[in-house]
């Protein structure tokens, strides 16, 4: 019981409202530090006041000085969902959904600068790409309202003692989660910084879209994997498990869509969200229908 009650308290530790201040004050300073910074290697490259052992992409134009207070806000975004992911499956994959638009947008800035506006490169790779992001996005974010919308439509329930057991071990599951996703942070940021130093020739093969998502979206689907697995203690209703499972799906089509590029890339993003908002509206219609049942 100790230990249970442990979890609440930890949980409450760490994620305290003065740490999440704490950590939203400094990650707003490293966001506008990071650009600042981004922008100056831009203009002393362009002055040739340094010289890249390889074809920096980022380095090419201002508008991608964008991408790294981007990248910045991401993490804090990682913090957040690490947060929410005791609250409900629900609130946790809104979360994720609201990650890989962001990804999304920050590709959408790292690819404007790639952007051919001669007649006979209209039809250019770069320019389709950027096209299928812009609408995807544009897809995308009128999904994540729409399932929003039907997340704030789900029936509070009273937190019974087999509940408040429940929370406190997926509280549990955050905690052992936070310090990992740190880890795969600074090694994957470790890893491509060691690339770009001693083998700047194989950058080319990795994705810097993707860098450290990866294996979050993947370390992810396991953590709610085993939350699932947690509930079949707590719940034996049917519609709610094959909610949870329909979400945890959902992930998996995320995570499947880094190793896709072009069109495929964004319809497997877009079919991922669209597969748990119906999951959702399904199960809604199940609970309204129990609920009217109960009534009656």
């Known amino acids: 019981?100790?230990?249970?009650?442990?979890?609440?308290?930890?949980?409450?530790?760490?994620?305290?409202?003065?740490?999440?201040?704490?950590?939203?004050?400094?990650?707003?300073?490293?966001?506008?530090?990071?650009?600042?910074?981004?922008?100056?290697?831009?203009?002393?490259?362009?002055?040739?006041?340094f010289h890249s052992p390889f074809e920096a992409q980022l380095l090419a134009d201002p508008i991608s000085a964008i991408y790294t207070p981007f990248s910045i806000i991401l993490i804090y975004e990682v913090y957040l969902l690490v947060f929410y992911l005791p609250r409900s499956f629900t609130t946790s994959v809104s979360k994720q959904f609201e990650i890989i638009s962001l990804i999304?947008?920050?590709?959408?800035?790292?690819?404007?600068?790639k952007l051919k506006l001669s007649e006979t490169d209209i039809y250019s790779g770069e320019n389709l790409q950027l096209l299928y992001d812009l609408l995807g996005i544009l897809v995308i974010f009128l999904l994540i309202y729409l399932f929003n919308q039907k997340?704030?439509?789900?029936?509070?329930?009273?937190?019974?003692?087999?509940?408040?057991?429940?929370?406190?071990?997926?509280?549990?599951?955050?905690?052992?989660?936070?310090?990992?996703?740190?880890?795969?942070?600074?090694?994957?940021?470790?890893?491509?910084?060691?690339?770009?130093?001693?083998?700047?020739?194989?950058?080319?093969?990795?994705?810097?879209?993707?860098i450290f998502y990866t294996d979050f979206f993947t370390l992810l689907i396991l953590a709610d994997v085993l939350i699932l697995l947690i509930s079949f203690r707590y719940t034996e209703r049917y519609s709610q498990l094959i909610r949870n499972t329909g979400f945890i799906i959902s992930a998996i089509l995320i995570r499947l869509s880094f190793n896709t590029t072009g069109l495929f890339n964004i319809l497997l993003i877009v079919f991922s969200v669209i597969f748990s908002l119906i999951i959702l509206r399904i199960y809604l219609a199940i609970e309204e229908e129990d609920t009217d049942e109960t009534t009656e």
């Open 1 to 49: 019981m100790g230990i249970k009650l442990n979890f609440d308290l930890w949980f409450a530790t760490v994620f305290s409202d003065r740490n999440q201040k704490t950590i939203e004050s400094l990650i707003l300073r490293l966001s506008v530090v990071g650009f600042i910074i981004h922008l100056l290697l831009i203009y002393a490259k362009r002055l040739q006041l």
């Open 104 to 113: 999304i947008i920050r590709k959408i800035f790292a690819d404007i600068p």
């Open 151 to 210: 997340r704030k439509r789900l029936p509070q329930r009273n937190l019974s003692d087999r509940l408040k057991l429940f929370v406190r071990a997926k509280k549990g599951v955050s905690l052992a989660l936070l310090p990992i996703f740190i880890i795969m942070l600074m090694y994957s940021l470790s890893e491509w910084l060691w690339y770009v130093f001693n083998a700047p020739e194989n950058l080319n093969q990795i994705n810097i879209n993707y």
